[in-house]
């Protein structure tokens, strides 16, 4: 495997894009170690070109692999833990408990 350094313009940009200050010596360094990776990856790529596996192949160990998923069912709770619940949050309005917003216009 052959080892190649990334430019020290790449290693600035990714790590802007990370948030993060390298000294010099650190933009060496990674310089080196990313290029080692990169060069892992494409000695990856090029096994598996020739290994060719179905999308479908874990299917047939189904019926030997067990199942240990636990049922998904709700579960009761007494109205004392439902009041005690309810304080926690600090925005409710009659029977709904409003959270902050987790999805804005379908992205994450």
Known sequence: MKKE???QKEVEKIAVLARINLSK???SLFSEELGAILAY???IQEVSDDFQVSPFDHFK???KVKDNR??????EIDKKTKEAIKELFPQ???NYLKVRTVI???KH
């Open 41 to 43: 990856f494409k000695n």
């Open 5 to 7: 350094a990334i430019s």
């Open 92 to 94: 409710k309005k009659d």
């Open 70 to 75: 636990r049922k998904d069912s709700p579960k």
């Open 25 to 27: 010596e650190e933009k």
């Open 61 to 63: 160990l189904l019926g």
């Open 104 to 106: 804005k216009n379908g």
